[in-house]
């Protein structure tokens, strides 16, 4: 008996220090002062523990709702959320940044951060899991990430942001514009010409400087021949033939666009268009 209650003491003897210890961890982070909770958050933030570091910034932001502690950890947290793939939480946080700190010496910074965050979206779980052309995929947050890097450069031009937001601009309008490509010839394999031609007029209106804008020149041309309206299908391919003389369409006219094989046809969306011959897909990642 005496041999039992010697261990049992001595097992609480061994236990009272480590719920101690936990105790202590917990009651540190609701006592620690803003500049011990910043810092550790930071720590996790640059050893990418991601997860660590928004629940101390998301406990530093509560109980210090203000000051610059607090500015500063409102967007590290929308970075560290980013990175934990968790993009409607890092939206929500640097459009709240963006409102709050309106002056704050981040605020070019978070006008990236938001672009960036739709920039990388993933359109599902199957592009994780195979290559998917996102060109093919609905094309909301493209659009949205556009429009928040477009932001940025008319807010601050000089930004060391400002560069970096250009080239992903410039993958982003192509990505669209053989967007719309993808659907004109999707239409157009159906014998709808009139809405393959709208489309295709669309990519010259908002996207004149993507290259796609030849593939969308030549398809006007093979749908206002199916549409036998010689005239604007003179004046459509004399613009093609003065911006674009090295076009595929002027190797095989009568047969532009050309198929991989039959099979695409059968698939919608999927490109099977001039991917070979007319440039449609390697324009897109230029």
């Keep these: 008996m005496r041999s039992i209650r010697l261990l049992v003491v001595l097992a609480l003897v061994l236990l009272l220090p480590a719920c101690a210890l936990f105790h202590g961890t917990r009651e540190n982070l609701d006592t620690m002062s803003v500049e011990q909770l910043y810092g550790r958050a930071t720590t996790a933030l640059k050893n990418g523990n991601y997860g660590q570091a928004e629940r101390l910034y998301d406990k530093l932001i509560a109980r210090f709702p203000y000051g610059d502690y607090t500015e500063r950890a409102q967007i590290n947290l929308a970075y560290a959320q980013f990175k934990d793939d968790k993009p409607d939480d890092a939206y929500a946080t640097v459009n709240r940044f963006i409102k709050t700190y309106p002056a704050s010496r ?18 599902g779980i199957l592009s994780r899991l195979f290559p998917v052309d996102r060109t093919k995929r609905d094309q909301g947050y493209a659009v949205q990430s556009f429009d928040d890097f477009s932001q940025l450069l008319q807010r601050y031009p000089g930004s060391p942001y400002a560069q970096d937001a250009r080239q992903r601009m410039i993958w982003l309008r192509n990505g669209l514009a053989q967007f719309e490509m993808n659907i004109a010839f999707y239409y157009y394999d159906r014998q709808a010409y009139v809405a393959a031609l709208n489309r295709a007029k669309y990519v010259l209106d908002h996207y004149q400087q ?32 003065l ?17 991989r094989s039959d099979l695409w046809r059968l698939i919608p969306f999927m490109g099977g268009f001039g991917v070979t011959d007319s440039g449609v897909t390697a324009a897109s990642r230029k």
């Excluded at 981040?106 to 359109?123: E, H, P």
């Excluded at 309206?229 to 003179?234: N, V």
């Excluded at 911006?243 to 198929?259: A, G, I, K, Q």
């Design 243 to 259: 911006n674009y003389p090295e076009h595929p369409y002027f190797r095989s006219p009568n047969s532009w666009p050309h198929y």
């Design 106 to 123: 981040d605020i070019a910074y978070a006008y990236y951060l938001r672009g960036l965050i739709n920039f990388n979206r993933s359109g």
């Design 210 to 241: 993507a290259p796609q804008t030849g593939d969308a020149l030549a398809l006007m041309v093979q749908c206002y021949k199916k549409l036998h309206d010689g005239a604007l299908e003179q004046q459509a391919l004399s613009v093609l033939k």
